[in-house]
C-alpha cells in the first residue's frame, strides 16, 4: 500500500500584516474597486484558532488532487479539534503522516479515504498503528506557479 506523506512543520507566529479590501472580490460579475483597503490583517488571524495546537504540513503526493489538494500544499492543521466525519485529517498510520477524508461508519467502521480513483481506501482495524493527528482547517495554495489543468 503505498501512502502519501506530508512533513509536519511548527507554526512561528507572523509579524507580516497585509493590506484588507474593504468591499468583497467578486468572482461573478466585475464590480468596481474601492478606492481604499481597510486595516491590516494577519493570516494568522484567519488561519489559526489554537496556537498552542496548530502545526503547517507539506503535501507529497497525488491521492488528495481531486479535492484540489495538490502536492506541495500547505495544509494548516489544529490538534485541538475533534475529527468527524468526512473531515480532512492527518493521520499517523503505522509511524507515517498521511492527510486523508475521515470516513466513520457504524457498519464499515473507520476508513480513509483519498480523492483519486487510483488509490484504495485505507480500513483501520484492530491490529492497525492509528490515530488521528489532527484536523486540517485551511489550505495555502500556489497557483501561480503550478502546472494545473485548467481548460480556460
Known amino acids: 500500500m503505498k501512502l502519501a506523506n506530508i512533513q509536519i512543520f511548527k507554526v512561528l507566529k507572523s509579524v507580516t500584516e497585509l493590506p484588507l479590501f474593504l ?3 467578486q468572482a461573478g460579475f466585475p464590480s468596481p474597486a474601492d478606492d481604499y483597503l481597510e486595516d ?3 493570516l494568522d488571524d ?3 484558532s489554537n496556537p498552542a495546537s496548530t502545526f503547517l504540513g507539506r503535501v507529497k503526493g497525488q491521492s488528495l488532487k481531486d479535492i484540489c489538494v495538490y ?3 500547505i495544509v494548516v492543521i ?3 479539534l475533534e475529527p468527524e466525519h468526512r473531515d480532512l485529517v492527518v493521520c499517523a498510520i503505522d509511524g507515517e ?3 486523508k477524508i ?3 461508519d457504524d457498519l464499515q467502521g473507520i476508513r480513509l479515504l483519498s480523492a483519486n480513483p487510483g488509490f484504495q481506501p485505507i480500513v483501520i482495524n484492530e491490529l492497525t498503528d492509528f490515530r ?3 484536523v486540517v482547517t485551511y489550505i495555502i495554495q500556489n497557483i501561480k506557479n503550478r502546472s494545473h489543468d485548467w481548460n480556460y
Do not use: M, Q, R, Y
Request: negative net charge.
Open 132 to 134: 488521528v493527528w489532527g
Open 97 to 99: 503522516f498521511n492527510a
Open 102 to 104: 475521515l470516513h466513520l
Open 23 to 25: 468591499s468583497t472580490i
Open 78 to 80: 489544529d490538534k485541538s
Open 40 to 42: 491590516a490583517i494577519s
Open 46 to 48: 484567519i488561519c489559526i
Open 71 to 73: 502536492e506541495g500544499d
